[in-house]
């Protein structure tokens, strides 16, 4: 499923981004070990959301995502910063130095920890307003 949003940037001068392009894919094609993910091309901002199989789990990613680059990119936050540090991050999960539950956003040392928090309460509040639950749904993004 691909979701396309276009801004017409005529009567605007502040918006740069013409095209939000949300993709829901396989787990396996993520371009590193992430349930979502995001960058820009150009005009266009790319988010990537491993497919759960559950439309509404694989929109609370992506809204996630959207706040979360939001405030990253308005924060000076580069791209580069947060995929080198997943990685890195990544790396010291194959070291057993973190538990296979946590995940980047959530280390003290990360360079979006606080967009990272406050995405996941955006996420939880649509969550909570959907009636998902948010344990089964962690399962689920966990389990991938």
Known sequence: MVILVQVDLRHS???????IVIEFIPHKEQRYETVGDYWHDGDTLNIRVSDMGN????????IHELVEELLTRNNGISEN??????????????HNIH?????????????????HFFAE???????NKA????KQYEDTVFAL
């Open 131 to 134: 009636r998902i639950n948010w």
């Open 81 to 94: 910063e947060i995929m080198e540090f997943d990685i890195m991050w990544d790396q010291e999960v194959k």
């Open 55 to 62: 439309d509404l789990y694989n929109e609370l990613v992506a």
């Open 99 to 115: 538990h296979d539950v946590d995940e980047p956003g959530y280390d003290v040392r990360s360079p979006y920890y606080n967009e």
């Open 13 to 19: 001068k502040q918006l740069r981004m013409k095209r």
């Open 121 to 127: 309460s955006i996420e939880r509040l649509v969550a």
